[in-house]
């Protein structure tokens, strides 16, 4: 591809990007275009959300959206695959599922499975004009954290740098082997030495595209259909406050991925931090009328530059070199 035609590209994400789609917030709205398009696919569909249980893509392709379930589906099945192969390959029982070559696509996989069947609820909400649903599209979800008519928002640039500080700062409290003197050396990438000019590109892509998963299929869970059910059912400031205990709770468990002497600080000091974090993305989603937008660009943000913060400090050890735990 030409230079022309990359910069052509670039534009049209940061530049020329959509606004945010608000969701319904009064039952006295007239209908949105998409939900018309949700009442016109949902009208024959024989099959509701659960169907995504079975596979990503498949309640999609029920629906009659047949381009996104293909998607949805043919990522999975590589995401799954590969990672699956890997974990099966690399040793006996699970061991071989630590290895980041399984993590990262398993990791992956797991986020695109709650994205699926989170879209495919959102559809039938949306025929219905449910109140707080999402009207987002896959494609305007992908390039959120990108495009400037998101992240030119006060609150989503500010809530970006502020927690990534934050992040660093809590790291650096608990972690006493913190150190700058590995900055420079040479990338650990599953197993494999890369020197800086070509390890540091491809760990970049490699962390953009799970936390892309991450950002998505988590908001998605988190907000868009958890904070968004509390809200029709007991008022935005409870889903809000619940939204954001569950969030911060449901990390808890990363804490088994740790060593046994980070358990207690993680528990003690980042879930509390997580919580928080998730009531600022709480924030985001109400005060802009129920767009996952803006928080899935914050969320992808947040862990982005917090891994690569992490990584540039020390990309021999990253968690890319030998097992990798879900983000925060």
Not at 252 to 264: F, I, S, Y
Not at 285 to 290: G, L
Request: glycine share 10%.
């Amino acid at each position: 591809m030409s230079r022309a035609a990359w910069f052509a590209v670039l534009l049209s994400l940061f530049g020329c990007g959509p606004p945010m789609r608000p969701a319904r917030t009064s039952a006295e709205r007239a209908p949105s275009p998409r939900e018309l398009e949700a009442e016109e696919a949902t009208r024959d569909a024989s099959c509701g959300p659960a169907l995504s249980l079975v596979f990503p893509g498949v309640a999609q392709m029920c629906q009659g959206r047949v381009a996104e379930g293909v998607g949805l589906t043919t990522l999975g099945a590589a995401e799954l695959g590969t990672g699956l192969g890997v974990g099966l390959s690399r040793g006996e029982g699970f061991d071989g599922f630590s290895h980041p070559g399984a993590a990262v696509p398993l990791l992956a996989f797991q986020n695109l499975y709650a994205y699926a069947y989170a879209d495919a609820l959102f559809q039938e909400q949306l025929a219905q004009r449910l109140l707080y649903v999402p009207e987002d599209t896959p494609t305007e979800l992908l390039i959120a954290p990108f495009n400037a008519n998101v992240l030119r928002h006060t609150d989503v640039w500010l809530a970006t740098l502020v927690t990534l500080g934050l992040g660093v700062g809590l790291s650096a409290a608990v972690d006493e082997d913190l150190t700058t003197r590995h900055v420079g050396d040479d990338a650990n990438l599953f197993g494999r030495t890369f020197p800086p000019a070509t390890g540091y590109p491809l760990a970049a892509g490699v962390g953009a595209g799970v936390f892309s998963h991450v950002a998505i299929g988590e908001e998605s869970l988190f907000r868009g259909m958890l904070f968004s059910q509390m809200a029709r059912e007991a008022g935005p400031t409870a889903g809000l406050v619940g939204s954001s205990v569950v969030f911060g709770v449901a990390h808890a468990p990363n804490a088994l991925a740790l060593p046994h002497d980070e358990q207690l600080p993680y528990l003690a000091f980042g879930v509390p931090f997580i919580t928080a974090l998730g009531s600022w993305l709480g924030v985001a989603y109400r005060a802009h009328d129920y767009s996952l937008a803006a928080p899935v660009a914050i969320h992808f943000w947040y862990d982005f530059l917090l891994s690569a913060t992490f990584f540039a400090l020390d990309p021999q050890h990253s968690p890319l070199a030998a097992s990798v735990a879900v983000p925060f």
